[in-house]
């Protein structure tokens, strides 16, 4: 299953997210294994699967 946004992103902010990837800046998001779903989530946030984040539902 592809990550998806979960807003559509505005003209302005779409574009200039879409040069920063043009332009090789974009770093890409670390992410992590939930550790209670098992799925891949960006790190230092809640899970964007089931909501926990360090043990706790967020
Ligand atoms: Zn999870």
Known sequence: MAPLPKRK???????VRFNGQRNGLMVATQTVVCPSCKKVTPAHRACRYCGFYKGKKV
């Not at 992103?9 to 574009?15: D, I, V, Y």
Request: charged share 55%; no cysteine.
């Open 9 to 15: 992103l505005s003209k302005r902010r779409g574009r």
